[in-house]
DNA sequence: TCAAAGACGTAACTGTATAACGATCGCATT
DNA sequence: AATGCGATCGTTATACAGTTACGTCTTTGA
């Protein structure tokens, strides 16, 4: 995320916070702005090193800090990656769906419906209730792909 | 997994392995046995703890055989769980959907055309090759449901 | 029979996440 | 201003998950 879509961001998670009543303080900001900043999701414990200069962190403030953050939607956890990335679209809650390359790392954030309703049709034929769909796709991104296909 | 479902699954896991030319050491068979006999998703080191139990054994020697039951098809990783279970169907690979209840811990495995198929049409609209498709909806089953429904 | 590949044992280590407890901060009410 | 309370934060320790590296033994096929 480049320097102005990251400060637009970060403004927009103040708003957000704001109208909501809950409170962005100084370390979930940090951890939101470093989370923002990397171009690629990031693990907890690289978010802490970075927490760390500059200050003093063990594992629990990052932890916690992540947690609130996921909560407000503001950023979003890879279960497969061990790794958090920024929420394209903050405003409302939603359920993503993932697309991961493996090539480069790089990660796509869908908000498919009719990806949402066919896993929402399974669900109800054994009246299952859905609370938090994980739906992460590894693959190879186009640019992997292309790049692999020049190689030979 | 009651005895009977169990004998059943571990000669259909010997005759495939047969099949495919594949070596299903004892040490393999035990971590099936084991992950198979379970009614819910197992940690690794709840398997390494049975598996200490008359034997010696440290990590790598449970990860090792879940690797190779993973490759075979004969088990599942929860990725939002890291635990592991029984595949229900391990004759065809195939890209499993879970469905897993945070009230009684239990997990259905749905083999649905319908969200493969929206996966891969969101995939394909971007030009992503999916490789391996996660898909874990977390939620309350239907007997954990009608629980909730009687306490009030 | 004997080498190569596969499977296993073992120790140490990295990485991910949580528990528990006390101190502190922000803020509304007295 | 002082009090009280919930939310936040600091700190230590530890649980849980997974890997690296290396040596030994077993299986198998030429």
Redesign the pocket.
């Known amino acids: 995320m480049d320097e102005q879509t990251l400060t637009a961001a970060l403004a927009r998670a103040e708003s957000l916070c704001a109208e909501r009543g809950?409170?962005l303080?100084?370390?979930?900001r940090r951890v939101l702005e470093l989370v923002c900043r990397a171009e690629r999701p990031v693990?907890?414990?690289e978010i802490l090193d970075q927490v760390r200069d500059g200050?003093?962190?063990?594992?629990?403030?990052v932890?916690?800090?992540l947690d609130w953050l996921l909560a407000q939607g503001l950023v979003h956890k890879l279960e497969t990656l061990?790794a958090y990335i920024g929420c394209t679209h903050p405003e409302h809650p939603h359920a993503s769906q993932f697309l991961i390359c493996s090539g480069c790392g790089c990660v796509a954030e869908l908000e498919d419906a009719a990806i949402a309703g066919s896993l929402q049709s399974a669900a109800e034929e054994t009246g299952f209730q859905p609370s938090r769909p994980v739906v992460e796709v590894l693959g190879t991104c186009s640019d992997c792909s292309d790049k692999r296909r020049n190689d030979r």
């Open positions: 809950v409170r303080t100084a370390q979930r693990g907890a414990y200050g003093k962190a063990a594992p629990p403030t932890y916690r800090a061990h």
